[in-house]
Structure formats: C-alpha cells, structure tokens
C-alpha cells in the first residue's frame, strides 16, 4: 500500500467513532442480566478460588482500589477462560474504627455512613466491571454474619483459646482504645498515628502463642507461593528463639528471678539483672527503701512507647530495686534495676544483663558504674564497646565448668546441659509473638457474647440466643471516652444471668475487626448458611484459595491471624486443610510525582475523574500495564490517554473482519497465525508466572501485526485476520472487558466474551522456520540474518563473516574474538 493510500486509510479509520460511555452504558446491564459470574457449586468443572481483601466502607473506590482489583480480575477471568469453575466473591469489612470515626466526623449513626458507602462501592465496582459473583456479597457489620463471629468466639472458649486477664496494653489516646501489638506501627496507632502508651486494663485474648510454632512451620509450605517479603515478616512477628531459662536466687525470697535468655554462655558475663518497670515482678521485688523512687520512674516509664524503649539511641535511665540476685555460675552478688528498655510481656519480664556481648547493656552500665566482663573473645584489634558476633569464649569458668575456647553454639550446649544437671535452669523456646488482644472499647464492632455474674463469674451467650446485637443507640454520643458507649446503654447491658438467672451485665467492649476478617473467606462458601457458620463440604470442595491479591501492609496483621483461625477450625474438624491461601499476590502502591498521593500536596489522583475522562477500559489497561503487580505506580509516567488510544485501535480491527464468523483460519496469512498462536501461548505462561504487564505488551504486538496484515494484504476478508481479532477480543477480555465485548460481538458472537474459551494453540504454528541472528561489531549492530533455529555455532559464524555489511565493518580491522550465541546472536571483537 502506497504512503498516501495507507493515510487515507489511517484518516478514515480515525472518523469511526468509539464512544467508550456509551460502551459501558451498553454492556453493563446486559452483564446483569447474564450475571455470567455466579460460581456453580455443583459444577462438574475444576474450581477455582480467586479471592481479593474486601475493602473498608470508608467512601467510594480510589485508585488504590482500581488496581487491586483489576490485577486480581486478570487472575479470575483468565482462568474462566481456562475452562475451571471460578469463585470471585466480594464483601465489606465494614465493622471498625475507619468507619466509626468518618461517622462521628461526620455526626451521623456508624450504620447510616457505613451502609450508605458500601452501595455507592458497590455500584461502582460494578462499573469498573470485576468478576465477581455478587450472589455471595457479604457485610461482616450484619447480624446474620456477626451471629457466627460470636459463635466462633465462644467455640474458642471452649478450646481454652479465648481468655480474659489484666495486664499492661497498648492505648491509643486519640482513638480511646487498646490496640494488638500488630496494630502499632514505630510507637504509634495505625488507625489515627497517635502516639500510643501504656494501661492496665482487664481485656480479651485468643491465644495465637499456642500456634507459635505451627504458625512459624507453615511458612516452609508458603514460602514457594508467597511474596518473600510477606513470608519474612511473619518469620520476624512470630520470632522463634532457643536459649534457656536461667534460675537466679534473690535475697529475702523464696522464689527465683528466672530470666529468658538466647544466649545462656554468656553466664559468666552478667554483671546485673533488670527487670521490666511495667513488669508486676518489679513491684514484688522492690524494697521499701526505693518503693518511692521506683513508682515515680514507673509513671516515667508508662509514658513511653514500646519501639521508644527499645530504641539503642535513647539514654538509658533505671532504679536500683534494693535486692540482690545470685549469679548461678559465679555466685556473685548482682544489682537488681527496673528499666524501661526491657518489656513486661517480653519472656518473663527481666534479663540478665551481659554488657560484654549487648550494646544496650553496655550502655545501661555505663551510665550506672556497673562493671564489664567479656565472655566472647572480640576479634583482634576490636576497639567497640559490646562485641556481638562470634568467637571463642572467655573469662568463663568455675570449679565445675569451663566454657573457654568453646565456640558459640557448643558453648551454650554446654551451659544449659549444666545449668540442667544442677536444677539451675533449662533449655526453652521462646517465641516474640505474643497473644492477640481482641477487645475494643468502640462502639462499631462486634458485641463480645459474655455476661459477668457476681455468683457465676463470666457465663457464655448460650447459642440460641445469639447474635448478641448491637443496640442502635441512635443520637448517643459515640465518641471515644476511654470506655466504651455500650455501657451506658443500660437497658441492653443489664441482663438476668444465663446460668443462675440472677442479675448480671453483658461484656461492653467489642471484637477488634480483624477477627471478623479472619474467618470471611470460609463464609463466602455458603453466605446464606443459618444453620452454621458455613459449609465444611463447600469449604473443603473450594478451599484453600487458590489466589489471595491485596496489600502487603496486612504481611502481620490479617494474613497471621486467618492462618490462626484456620489451623484452630481445622483442629475443631470443620476443615480439612490448615492454611486459607495457597498462593497471595501483592499488589504495589499508586503514587504521583514520586509522592505518595496528598490533598496537602496537590498531587491527588480521583478514580472518577480518570474513569470519566478516559473510561473504566482504559484506567484499568493503564494500571495492569505499568509494571509488575508489586511495583508502585506513578500516575504522572503512565498514559491512560495512551491507553485509549490503543483500545480504540484494537476495536477498529473487529470492524474490518470480513470474513464470516466460523471461518477456519487454514489457508490464511501464515506469519500472522504463527504470531496470533504465540501470542495465544506465552499469554498464558505468563499469566501463570504473573507477567500482566507483558501479557497487554503482547498484545499490542499482536493488534500491530494485525492492522499490518489488513493494510498490506487481502485486508479483513483473510481468516488469519479474523483468528487474530478474536484471540484479540479474548485476551482483551482479561484486563478491558467492555472494549472485549464490543469487539466480540461486531465480530458475530453472542455475549459474553468473558466466557468464549481460551484459543487453540496449534503447536505446529510455534515452531519457528527462521529466526533473526544479530550480528555485531564492536558492539554496534552492522547485520542482520535469517538462519534456521538449529543453526550450528560454527555455520553461524561462517554467516556471520561473510556478510557483506559485516565485511565492510572489518575492513583494515583483525578479528580478535568471535563469541556465538547461536542462532540469535554474533558479537565480533576487532581491533
């Protein structure tokens, strides 16, 4: 085709008109109607899960909603295409402090603001065209669900899991709330970003620690299918130690001050003990000489956040407790400090302090004349302070051990081996992770289904009288008091015990959320289930999930805790599997200008502003396209503008196919079927291997070579154009299914193309007849060589020096090296 005939071409194609509104307007209720997603529980075809994190209520889709679900949709509509029975559900985790407190900003009732987000998320999800399979929407703030939360929380009970006890918490001044340790993020809330402090207070716990260990061994399976990242920081939460715990006599008591430690040959080294100030052991310990000094150091120290306290930069500050402890292996007579920068809920509360081998120690004795001994030989020429690596040990012997010259690990064998014979202590495994803390003082959330009688203690819900609902106490005053509005609902909190039936008072704290997101993926099974809180049959025929896409910010948080629930249900037989998600997806963050995006910066992106400038297609082609799914995106380098414009080619192409829809492709453009097939084929490896943005580049190539093929041949009337348009529409379909449907019916088909079927490969076709070798000189490209792909190395060479432009190259030059990578490429070195 001459230059002018393909711009007039190019100039007519440009006058068809592709109204991406008025696509969407079209499709959408008919997608409706179809409802082309509602997963078949009796499906006789493979299932397949594909779950994404369900979203908070707390105001319409952002960007950061837009991506994740358009990665997870290429993963469920990939594998409909594949022929297996999809299950692509969506809910609302719509208990909780976001929504509790847009509310109260807001002066409106938590169910009004909440109820009233999840529509307008839901008609927008519905726009942005997901997959899923609405029949099985869930609210985890509605009775029918919250019932079973309840009903799970009694059954842990039962199992000894769930308990009540006093202790020192995390409190969140702004919020008024205690708060897990998973939920303080470098000292401060993660909700607000209050700096959060310390309370006593009588809560809730399920007791994860008793999973520690299969927690921790659960990974091992995960780690070939889980983003390493995720993987590592569940191995550091959970934080696995072996040392021993170490008996040492105090003056004046009976029982010992026994202290964890990882690293029990350094014994000889200890040179004072402390004692967490929080810690109720220090208020034991301490004399009444220095009771005065250690409460007012210990109303210092509960002004001090966790990560403060453990912080190397900050002085150290302590108060000698007035006893004495006995060193075991040297029976030297050691201070006893409280200090803030050991924790109460870490191992027992006190450490033995070695300053030798710990910078902190070190530090603390330094500021209190307290003396040094090493028990590790530092390397030679050490100049530091606390040596912490390894090496032979000194200055570590007594009548009836000696550890010198020992290495580290045999060392500690041969301590607590000692320690063992001598009643002075034991081998233990200790563990960083400690107890989830589920009670709120909030009033959104999930009622805790327990009475407290005077005669009966605390006295569980019976079954028949759950859910437990939240009274509405509309026009209450909701906001933080530091206890929770439910109890001043008197009416709903005075009861008659369900034991004794005397007077009694329901529990007035509620459930963190995060125990109603634990469990919801196992509800999504069965959603209507009154009878339990869902199948075991429907869960063990879906379950484990088959994909599980969303933030890598819930790494802890969710992810530890619904592998918890899981391992608990599986051992109470309502499962048959310990781990929920068999593979996850991270998904990366969408930033602007290099910034996270602001109101105060003015970089602000609005999903709506994009979906109405260049449609749903478009924006989610953009954010599919960009990059791997983990990487974060900058919207100032991407091009939605760009996007659209490719749509609008990929379209243009179904109108031109003149051929009748069930023409057989034999016969037609054979380089163009050899690309449609291997296109076909490596989209489907690397949807596998999770290459998105490579599957939309191929695909480009794809519609180029096809526009290519129309301009320079028989034009749309060859059946290699339709076979390419087609594979177009269906690959399409996985990341813009409006644009997909358009084409799939100008091309003769019935809706939907969601589910046409992936396209035949003819393996025949892949095979390739030539290939391009590359050849360089100097490292500049001087040619280029059609050769079969089983070219031997030396034919290639040969080839390669006898090209004419490769000759010319050469001329005056002598070939030093020739390095062949057959059949692609020849690098020549000259001089």
């Not at 230059?3 to 008109?17: G, I, L, R, S, T």
């Not at 942005?128 to 609405?134: G, I, L, R, T």
């Not at 606390?386 to 009836?400: L, Y």
């Not at 030093?816 to 020849?826: C, F, G, Y």
């Amino acid at each position: 085709m001459s230059d002018h005939a393909n711009q007039a071409h190019q100039a007519a194609d440009a006058d068809v008109h592709y109204d991406v509104h008025a696509t969407e307007a079209k499709w959408l209720p008919v997608w409706t109607e179809l409802d082309p997603f509602r997963a078949d529980d009796a499906s006789p075809k493979p299932k397949r899960y594909a779950l994404t994190m369900f979203p908070y209520p707390s105001g319409d889709l952002h960007m950061g909603h837009a991506e994740v679900t358009a990665i997870h949709d290429v993963i469920a509509r990939y594998w409909r295409q594949r022929g297996f029975e999809v299950m692509n559900p969506i809910g609302w985790d719509s208990f909780g402090l976001p929504a509790e407190n847009a509310a109260i900003v807001r002066d409106e009732h938590p169910a009004t603001f909440t109820y009233a987000n999840i529509e307008t998320q839901a008609e927008s999800f519905k726009r942005y065209a997901v997959s899923f399979d609405w029949s099985r929407r869930l609210h985890t703030s509605d009775p029918e669900y919250y019932r079973w939360t309840q009903w799970l929380f009694l059954r842990f009970r039962e199992q000894g899991l769930a308990y009540r006890k006093n202790s020192p918490v995390n409190w969140c001044p702004q919020d008024q709330t205690v708060l897990a340790n998973e939920q303080v993020v470098d000292g401060h809330c993660e909700r607000c970003g209050a700096e959060v402090t310390k309370r006593e207070l009588t809560q809730w716990y399920f007791k994860i620690t008793d999973y520690a260990q299969e927690l921790l061994d659960g990974l091992d399976e995960l780690e070939s299918t889980w983003p390493a990242r995720v993987v590592t920081a569940q191995r550091n939460w959970i934080g696995r130690s072996e040392g021993a715990h170490v008996d040492f006599p105090v003056e004046g008591r009976d029982e010992p001050l026994t202290v964890y430690t990882t690293r029990p040959d350094t014994l000889f080294g200890t040179t004072f003990m402390v004692v967490a100030a929080d810690a109720p052991l220090a208020a034991e310990l301490v004399s009444d000489e220095q009771r005065p000094a250690y409460e007012a150091y210990l109303a210092q120290t509960r002004k001090a956040s966790d990560i403060d306290r453990l912080s190397t930069e900050r002085p150290k500050t302590g108060v000698d407790l007035g006893v004495r402890a006995t060193n075991p292996v040297t029976g030297e007579k050691l201070p006893v400090y409280a200090a803030d920068y050991v924790l109460a809920d870490y191992g027992t509360g006190a450490i033995m302090a070695v300053p030798g081998q710990d910078q902190r120690d070190w530090d603390f004795a330094a500021a209190f004349g307290l003396p040094v001994r090493r028990t590790v030989q530092p390397p030679e020429g050490w100049e530091g302070e606390a040596f912490t690596g390894d090496g032979p040990a000194i200055n570590s012997a007594n009548d009836e051990i000696s550890l010198d010259g020992l290495p580290v690990e045999q060392a500690k064998r041969e301590t607590i081996a000692w320690l063992e014979s001598k009643g002075f202590g034991r081998g233990t495994v200790n563990y960083r992770l400690r107890d989830w803390l589920l009670s709120r003082q909030r009033y959104w959330g999930v009622p805790i289904p327990v009475v407290h009688c005077e005669a009966c203690g605390e006295v569980p819900v019976p079954d028949d009288q759950l859910p437990v609902e939240l009274p509405e106490l509309r026009g209450a005053d909701l906001k933080p008091k530091g206890v929770s509005p439910l109890a001043a609902a008197t009416d709903w909190v005075n009861v008659d015990c369900p034991s004794c039936g005397g007077p009694a008072t329901r529990d007035t704290d509620t459930m963190d959320t995060f125990v109603d997101s634990s469990w919801y993926m196992f509800r999504y099974c069965s959603p209507g289930l009154e009878t339990a809180p869902f199948d075991s049959a429907q869960v063990n025929a879906w379950m484990p999930c088959d994909v599980y896409v969303g933030g890598v910010e819930h790494a802890v948080l969710h992810l530890l805790y619904g592998r918890f629930f899981t391992k608990v249900l599986a051992d109470m037989g309502l499962v048959d599997f310990r781990e929920p998600w068999s593979s996850q997806v991270n998904q990366g963050v969408v930033i602007n200008q290099g910034k996270k995006m602001s109101k105060s910066l003015g970089n602000g992106v609005n999903l709506g502003d994009q979906l109405r400038e260049f449609g749903v297609d478009a924006v989610r082609l953009t954010l599919v396209f960009a990059g791997p799914p983990e990487d974060d995106i900058d919207w100032a380098d991407v091009s939605p503008a760009g996007s659209l414009r490719f749509l609008q080619r990929a379209w243009r192409l179904s109108g031109d196919v003149t051929s009748p829809a069930g023409t057989a492709a034999d016969g037609g453009d054979v380089a163009l079927r050899r690309t449609t097939h291997r296109t076909v084929a490596d989209a489907a490896e690397l949807v596998e291997s999770r290459r998105f943005n490579v599957v939309v580049a191929r695909v480009m190539e794809l519609v180029n070579a096809t526009r290519k093929a129309i301009d320079s041949g028989p034009g749309g009337a060859d059946p290699a154009v339709r076979e390419a348009a087609e594979a177009v529409a269906v690959l399409l379909s996985l990341v813009a299914p409006y644009t997909a449907e358009e084409m799939w019916e100008r091309l003769g088909h019935e809706p939907t193309v969601a589910l046409a079927g992936w396209p035949e490969v003819d393996e025949s076709l892949l095979v390739e007849d030539s290939v391009t070798a590359v050849v360089q000189v100097q490292g500049k490209v001087r040619g280029r060589l059609e050769v079969a792909p089983d070219i031997s190395a030396a034919d290639l060479e040969a080839l390669a020096l006898a090209d004419p432009a490769v000759v010319r190259a050469l001329e005056g030059k002598t070939v030093r090296k020739v390095i062949v990578r057959e059949p692609k490429l020849v690098n020549i070195v000259a001089s």
